[in-house]
């Protein structure tokens, strides 16, 4: 084990380790028809072996933000290598729904360990420019659904199984094991290590507001994005390209976020994303053909900082929360979509009853049913114009608290 810090490298692993957990999602989101068709799954159960992933995620991210103090940055990172491993692993060799939501849960729980590592050795290594670094930190997520959605669809086009898909995973989980494997981890210095402390700052009134609100961020991203194949695959535009746009413009963006974020203040940007997202899915839930690509853009800008700003939020203005403060963010994030997955596929069943029974013609049932799930799910990010426009007006209260 070398005994010098090499920061560069450290962040360089937390980003393929981020990577690895963006094409989760990814070619999950593109293998959804395949899975459908290999195992006769109903919308509905689609959204149960989704919402383990989702599941995985809180549970990671609230043990390790809890231990964070205790066992450091590294211990987590080799759990999430650990367990990204043993999840895609068994997802390949899944024989059905059980083995799915096993599969599922594990890699949920590898994805929310990244997230709890390194948003906090972020913060600590980089503490003057925290801000900057958790945005270009946080564009590999979009990032990688571009490299994952891209290979799912040319993975599918090429008719490969959706077994191979899973397996293209192996590589980056084996490069970002071996870029912390023997690697020395920075002493936490300059955030609240005090897991004590940590807990008695969580229940700020601001604090607690603002978990809530992230679960609708979350839901307002992730529940039009993970089910973009079943969602856009009547509409005439590739899902994978949709999701591939919307990603690739949100990883841009939050790579040059600081002077946005600094002529705006994260709570004006967190006021402009949720109307930009409203317009851009309701758009979505109107077009078809190739004005979805312009819909989606719209919803790419409207999504992008999201989860940046409100985590980035949390380090700036609860930062006595540390580590467990950042990793509860996440993880309520997260937690929401294992609650709304199987209510979104549930959505889609009912739509296509629905469409069916009023005499919609077969080839059009599939796009009817998922324009209705899109006005529903444009009910989010309109809840947050209200909280958000709240907030701002009030923002001075506790700016310098």
């Given at each position: 084990m ?14 393929v ?12 989101a593109?293998i959804?028809?395949?899975?459908s068709a ?8 689609l959204g149960?072996?989704?919402s383990m992933?989702f599941l ?13 103090n205790?066992l450091?940055?590294?211990?987590l ?10 999840g895609?692993i ?18 949920g729980?590898?994805?929310g ?20 670094k958790?945005n270009k ?6 990032g990688?659904?571009v490299?994952?959605?891209l290979i ?6 090429l008719?490969?199984?959706w077994?191979?898909?899973?397996a293209v995973?192996l590589?980056?989980?084996a ?5 912390i494997f ?8 300059n955030t609240?290590?005090?897991?004590k ?6 229940f ?25 194949d079943?969602?856009?695959?009547a509409?005439g535009a590739?899902p994978?390209?949709v999701?591939?746009l ?16 600094e002529?705006l203040?994260p ?14 899915i309701?758009?979505?839930?109107m077009a ?11 919803f790419a800008?409207g999504?992008?900082y999201f989860?940046?700003?409100m ?16 990793s509860l ?9 294992s609650i ?19 005499g919609?013609a077969?080839?059009a049932?599939?796009?009817v049913?998922?324009?209705?799930t ?7 990010p ?9 907030l701002y007006?009030?923002?001075?209260k506790?700016?310098?608290?």
């Amino acid at each position: 084990m070398s005994n010098t810090i090499n920061p560069n490298r450290l962040f360089t692993a937390c980003c393929v380790a981020l990577i690895v957990t963006a094409m989760t999602f990814a070619i999950r989101a593109g293998i959804l028809t395949q899975l459908s068709a290999t195992f006769q799954f109903t919308d509905a159960q689609l959204g149960w072996i989704n919402s383990m992933a989702f599941l995985g995620f809180p549970v990671a991210m609230m043990v390790g933000g809890l231990l964070y103090n205790a066992l450091g940055a590294r211990t987590l990172l080799y759990l999430a290598f650990i367990c990204h491993l043993l999840g895609l692993i068994l997802t390949i060799t899944a024989g059905g729904f059980w083995g799915l939501l096993l599969s599922s849960f594990c890699i949920g729980f590898a994805n929310g360990s990244v997230e709890a590592a390194c948003n906090p050795l972020i913060v600590d290594i980089y503490h003057t420019n925290k801000t900057t670094k958790l945005n270009k930190f946080h564009m590999w997520f979009p990032g990688g659904i571009v490299i994952g959605s891209l290979i799912s669809a040319l993975m599918t086009k090429l008719n490969m199984g959706w077994q191979a898909q899973i397996a293209v995973m192996l590589v980056p989980t084996a490069i970002y094991g071996f870029m912390i494997f023997g690697q020395t981890f920075p002493v936490p210095v300059n955030t609240e290590t005090s897991t004590k402390n940590n807990i008695r700052a969580l229940f700020s009134p601001l604090f607690i507001f603002m978990l809530l609100v992230m679960t609708v961020t979350a839901a307002s991203e992730f529940g039009t994005q993970q089910w973009v194949d079943r969602i856009f695959g009547a509409s005439g535009a590739h899902p994978m390209l949709v999701l591939a746009l919307v990603t690739g413009l949100m990883a841009l963006g939050r790579y040059f976020a600081g002077p946005i974020v600094e002529a705006l203040n994260p709570v004006g940007v967190l006021l402009m994303s949720a109307v930009v997202t409203t317009i851009g899915i309701y758009l979505l839930s109107m077009a078809s053909g190739g004005l979805i690509y312009v819909s989606a853009m719209v919803f790419a800008i409207g999504v992008t900082y999201f989860w940046p700003c409100m985590i980035g939020f949390i380090s700036e203005y609860q930062p006595k929360t540390g580590a467990l403060g950042m990793s509860l963010m996440g993880g309520a994030g997260m937690f929401s979509l294992s609650i709304w997955n199987p209510v979104i596929g549930g959505w889609l069943d009912t739509a296509k009853a629905e469409a069916a029974a009023k005499g919609v013609a077969p080839e059009a049932v599939e796009l009817v049913a998922g324009q209705a799930t899109l006005q529903n799910l444009a009910l989010f990010p309109a809840v947050l114009i209200v909280v958000f426009t709240g907030l701002y007006i009030f923002r001075k209260k506790f700016a310098n608290k």
